[in-house]
């Protein structure tokens, strides 16, 4: 009797040792993977190089009309340089893509994404309100020749040409003038613009910055890129301003911005011959 009674009470010690056991290796494992997660949220920071896009040709392009917050589809000459621009970056392991939230733009951005060769073709597009074109208020839709022509002529020049020849911040002299001669009252200054979109564009690089670094594509508008760029470094702002489908490529480091590449058209020709 006594003999069974140890039995069981040894047999009670072992089912409540192993049991214990159990628990501690999986609290183990428990804790080995929440120590990994915890790793892989709290990443390094590391370089962020932005791969800053126009969008491509529009139908508003094509008939040189002011096009800011007016909104027309790409042409199909345009979606054909666009998919270029994708095929010469498709082997870019793009860790994030943006875009502003115009059709135009969303549509280059899925262009490109989509001639991409790595884990990107499968991220989501993140529209930004940020780094949407200047708005010209009355004068969207206008023709071009019109509205530059009355900025011109409100800032004492006779016509566009003079005010392109008199250098300094073009941008900001063509947007300030419009704002203040735009009938409905709503065309945005050159400060109200500069203070969306590089803040916009600031965060876009801070959030790659801070998880880890990579290569990031940003699509956006001319004048909004332009802008941009001269709160980095206004003497590389492209004259003649920025091509259809070109790409500006720029690297943060957290603190510093280094300029690469301007209106680089590169891409587009390199994928053209694929």
Same mark, same amino acid.
């Given at each position: 009797?006594?003999?069974?009674?140890?039995?069981?009470?040894?047999?009670?010690?072992?089912?409540?040792?192993?049991?214990?056991?159990?628990?501690?290796?999986?609290?183990?494992?428990?804790?080995?993977?929440?120590?990994?997660?915890?790793?892989?949220?709290?990443?390094?920071?590391?370089?962020?190089?932005?791969?800053?896009?126009?969008?491509?040709?529009?139908?508003?392009?094509?008939?040189?009309?002011?096009?800011?917050?007016?909104?027309?589809?790409?042409?199909?000459? +345009?979606?054909? /340089?666009?998919?270029?621009? =994708?095929?010469?970056?498709?082997? %870019?392991?793009?860790?994030?893509?943006? &875009?502003?939230?115009?059709?135009?733009?969303?549509?280059?951005?899925?262009?490109?994404?989509?001639?991409?060769?790595?884990?990107?073709?499968?991220?989501?597009?993140?529209?930004?309100?940020?780094?949407?074109?200047?708005?010209?208020?009355?004068?969207?839709?206008?023709?071009?020749?019109v509205m530059w022509g009355d900025a011109a002529k409100h800032l004492g020049f006779d016509n566009q040409e003079e005010l392109l020849a008199s250098g300094g911040n073009i941008i900001e002299k063509i947007m300030n003038a419009v704002a203040e001669i735009d009938s409905s009252g709503e065309a945005e200054s050159y400060e109200e613009l500069k203070e969306r979109s590089f803040s916009e564009f600031e965060s876009i690089a801070?959030?790659?910055?801070?998880?880890?670094? +990579?290569?990031? /594509?940003?699509?956006?508008? =001319?004048?909004?890129?332009?802008? %941009?760029?001269?709160?980095?470094?206004? &003497?590389?702002?492209?004259?003649?301003?920025?091509?259809?489908?070109?790409?500006?490529?720029?690297?943060?480091?957290?603190?510093?911005?280094?300029?690469?590449?301007?209106?680089?058209?590169?891409?587009?020709?390199?994928?053209?011959?694929?």
């Amino acid at each position: 009797m006594k003999r069974k009674f140890l039995c069981v009470i040894l047999m009670l010690v072992m089912m409540f040792s192993l049991a214990a056991c159990a628990s501690s290796n999986q609290n183990v494992n428990e804790s080995s993977n929440e120590e990994n997660q915890t790793a892989e949220e709290q990443k390094e920071p590391g370089n962020a190089t932005i791969y800053l896009v126009r969008h491509g040709k529009t139908i508003l392009n094509n008939t040189d009309r002011a096009q800011g917050w007016a909104d027309g589809p790409l042409i199909p000459e +345009g979606e054909e /340089l666009i998919k270029n621009v =994708g095929k010469g970056l498709a082997e %870019i392991p793009f860790i994030a893509a943006y &875009s502003s939230d115009s059709g135009r733009a969303i549509q280059t951005a899925n262009l490109i994404l989509a001639e991409n060769k790595t884990d990107a073709k499968s991220i989501e597009l993140v529209q930004k309100q940020g780094i949407r074109e200047g708005y010209f208020g009355a004068y969207e839709g206008e023709k071009n020749e019109v509205m530059w022509g009355d900025a011109a002529k409100h800032l004492g020049f006779d016509n566009q040409e003079e005010l392109l020849a008199s250098g300094g911040n073009i941008i900001e002299k063509i947007m300030n003038a419009v704002a203040e001669i735009d009938s409905s009252g709503e065309a945005e200054s050159y400060e109200e613009l500069k203070e969306r979109s590089f803040s916009e564009f600031e965060s876009i690089a801070n959030e790659a910055y801070e998880n880890g670094g +990579g290569d990031v /594509l940003v699509v956006s508008h =001319g004048i909004t890129m332009g802008t %941009i760029l001269s709160q980095i470094d206004a &003497s590389i702002v492209p004259a003649e301003g920025f091509a259809n489908g070109s790409v500006t490529k720029l690297e943060f480091d957290g603190n510093v911005w280094k300029v690469l590449e301007v209106n680089e058209l590169k891409y587009a020709e390199e994928g053209k011959s694929r």
